[in-house]
């Protein structure tokens, strides 16, 4: 193997060499975990639970209702098929002239109507993963580095940095705050890389937040925009989860900001990057969208464009559906609704266990708290209890070290991506796990005497006849080519 | 404008203002002078007929009965929307596999079925565009080389080198041995960089060729196998063209040659790029494939697959279609008898004014020899009669220079866009425009004669009422940000 490595390294490009693409995280090994074994409530009702994929599948429902009325939206239909030629022939890079109307409306849409979007400017990518990509090409050069707050998205090292060959620095955010951001803390980040004599071309915001689930408020929004603007550096905003919303405060977006400030304000250093993979539950289409307010890069992402555009099958039929405003409305509405009770049962049955969540109002995870459940407050003692979860809880949930998290203890955990019976059988897991004494009507959670437990046994609380420090099992798969745990392209 | 961009220059990345993009060519703008004024046989009989685009769009009635006969293979039916959830959601980067099966087999089916392909290699990229570049970032970093005989498709220079950073080292031919590829010659480029101490990683070979229309022959494959083998240096076959082959000799794919050639090569060495957008004439699906015999490519192929991955709704439909046997022989037999019917009667048509064509048998195009119209063998004389077609004979074809042919005079012109009418009318024209003096039954040539009175008039021929050297009309379009004319992906 060794000499595979260095036989491929005199050949291969320092990329496909260097081991730079972020897949070497606890985050992916985890989806490995559950690939070799997943949860089926008939067939593997012992297998792990996957809690790792932030996908929304709560409202697939009102989409095939939408597709079964609408044949005419598929070009591969009775009703469709007189257009199949013309969209299978399509590959002007603008993207269809209707799918880019449509997809300004539903970013308009899952913006409150607050602000307007222009089709101009709508600039499509392969997914998010490509659409971060693009901008990053466009603003920046190999070395230069853009600041981020963490804990952040772990592919974030792959999508923003792998073949752009820019440096992300973090901004540490902690729990003494909730994890907000502050100016403070993102003057200091780009001082000390001042310091270091990097070149910080701009900083990236996941709004709202993955992992934590929430949202910016105004005033940071507006901080942060001043911020960049004086130095003259660019603000992107990830806005994928805008639709994910499920409670007040309601989401700001970038573009209300913009409209608030246009007299001093250069909008050539903002942009958005937005996708239908989250808001909409579908990632397997593709649509990654850069939509920027600098006409420059307006047209050299429209240029990129040519190495991710969307299949025009699915353009055809977004355009379609996106421009039906009432199934629009109903659909946010309604995704909505079915987030926020799905984000209730799931915290509320965390916290009758004593498990805390960081408050949140959007997104498709929680971002739960298991310090007291940690030996020590060290990212050691979060692998170990990780290993845990996975092996035993059988549960796949993110260590928040794959996040860049500074603070050991914390856990992402998907909700949206499983049935109603699922996510009860996720909690009852999690139950056991921390143990909770029933007396009568009431449960009252033992979880901080099962630490202490714990602690002096040095054992795997209820879990006994697996080894503690077991590695997860990663069993290497028949193909010739060894398959890689970051299946997904983006979560 | 000045300041615009020196204001953008020192915001934005070095690929958002260095014009590298390879967009700035006489190929993209005569798709900008159809766009203005495109042809169409009743609303536009005088407009400008796109022969610019290497479409394939002679078979789309039997991929639409298909399509009408399998309600099934689309998600969007209400006999396949059972699917769609899981197939919307489906996100994984190495593709569904029966996607991959199915491009496995449609792969050995176009090559006569003498060759198999392990789908466990099939990685996907947004379009052949994706699937280029994405093979560029695996095998070199940037300043590196890859040497391409020329005349190559345009643009390469975006695809292979735009944001890898690599150089294209152009191989030379040329009319004196009809555009063969020599060993010498490759020797020569070869030795020639490492004397300017370019570091070259591979060559690059479009078999069958774009512009040329032809195919490589067995002895000159293995010649170049055992050329890039010795040096240590990659092969990357683009045989993206393969099923378009519509007379002798039959194509032979690299694949083939290794077959042959197992015991003493490197298989590490050899790469492949494939796509549906010619062979099965669906470019707006997107649909690009690397297929390496490297495993370290492959798996770092498959990671970059996530920039641009084909829309799942697209893969569903692709992995039906290209499973039924049946359909592919008769599609594939079908578009080859087409194609050489479309061929003959164009080339056929170009002859009967004295036009010729290099001897081709396989494309969508013909290359075809204007040098007996040029006023001087120069690149000036063939721009300039370059206007006079695209401006009055209205016809976009393609200048040689644009494929970075070291000979004046030669153009490619695409046939299997149009129809047959369309095909006659362009005929009737190109007629017009060099000519006829037609005699009873036979139509007699004065191609020479009339250039003699060209040159010596400094007239153009028929057409009168422009300037000979009007440029080609490039007016600005309505949008705040301009339009680029690479408004396709890839031709």
């Keep these: 193997m060794g000499f595979e490595n260095e036989k491929n390294s005199s050949i291969l490009s320092k990329l496909a060499t260097n081991e730079e693409h972020g897949e070497n995280s606890p985050y992916f090994d985890g989806w490995k975990a559950y690939d070799n074994d997943p949860f089926h409530p008939l067939k593997n009702p012992n297998g792990v639970i996957q809690m790792g994929l932030a996908e929304n599948q709560l409202c ?11 044949p005419n939206a598929s070009i591969c239909t009775t009703e469709g098929i007189k257009s199949f030629r013309a969209i299978a022939n399509f590959q002007d890079y603008h993207g269809l002239p209707e799918f880019r109307s449509a997809i300004a409306k539903f970013m308009e849409k899952t913006r409150g109507g607050r602000v307007t979007f222009d089709p101009e400017r709508v600039v499509m990518a392969g997914g998010a993963t490509g659409a971060n990509e693009t901008i990053i090409f466009c603003l920046a ?32 955010c902690d729990s003494s705050n909730n994890f907000q951001i502050t100016t ?7 001082e000390n890389a001042q310091k270091s004599n990097i070149k910080v071309k701009g900083l990236i915001l996941t709004n709202p937040s993955n992992p934590l689930g929430t949202t910016l408020d105004r005033d940071t929004l507006k901080n942060l925009l001043t911020f960049t603007n004086q130095h003259n550096i660019h603000l992107v905003c990830d806005e994928i989860y805008a639709a994910t919303v499920f409670n007040t405060p309601q989401f700001v977006s970038i573009a209300e900001i913009l409209d608030d400030e246009t007299s001093h304000c250069n909008k050539d250093l903002v942009h958005i990057v937005y996708s239908l993979s989250k808001d909409m539950g579908l990632p397997g289409f593709r649509v990654g969208i850069v939509y920027s307010f600098n006409d420059a890069v307006v047209n050299c992402a429209r240029k990129m464009s040519s190495f991710g555009l969307v299949s025009t099958q699915t353009q055809y039929l977004l355009a379609e559906m996106l421009s039906d405003e009432r199934f629009v409305s ?13 984000h209730k049962h799931f915290t509320n049955g965390l916290e009758e266990v004593g498990i805390k969540c960081l408050r949140s ?22 692998m170990s209890l990780w290993r845990v979860i996975i092996n035993d809880v059988k549960l796949n949930v993110s260590p928040g070290s794959s996040f860049d998290c500074q603070e050991p203890g ?19 897991r999690i139950r056991s796990f921390v143990g909770v004494k029933k007396s009568g009507d009431e449960s009252t959670p033992i979880l901080m005497e099962k630490k202490q437990q714990w602690k002096k046994n040095n054992l795997r609380l209820s879990f006994s006849k697996r080894m503690y420090d077991e590695s997860v099992n990663l069993s290497p798969l028949s193909s010739p080519i060894p398959h890689s745990p970051l299946v997904r392209a983006r979560t």
Excluded at 60 to 70: A, C, S, T, V
Excluded at 366 to 378: F, G, V
């Design 141 to 172: 050069d190999t070395g230069d580095a853009f600041l981020v707050p963490s804990p952040y998205y772990p592919a974030f090292n792959r999508d923003l940095r792998w073949r752009t060959g820019v440096q992300l620095i973090p901004i540490p």
């Design 184 to 190: 403070k803390a993102v003057r200091e980040a780009y």
């Design 330 to 342: 109903n659909f946010l509405t309604e995704s909505s609704k079915r987030l926020a009770k799905r």
């Design 361 to 382: 109002n959007a997104g498709l995870f929680c971002w739960m708290d298991l310090r007291p459940l940690l030996k020590e407050s060290t990212f050691d003692s979060e």
């Design 410 to 428: 914390f856990f992402r955990v998907c909700f949206a991506n499983m049935d109603d019976e699922t996510v009860d059988i996720a909690l009852a």
């Design 60 to 70: 697939f429902d009102l989409i095939e209702e939408w597709i079964k009325r609408n």
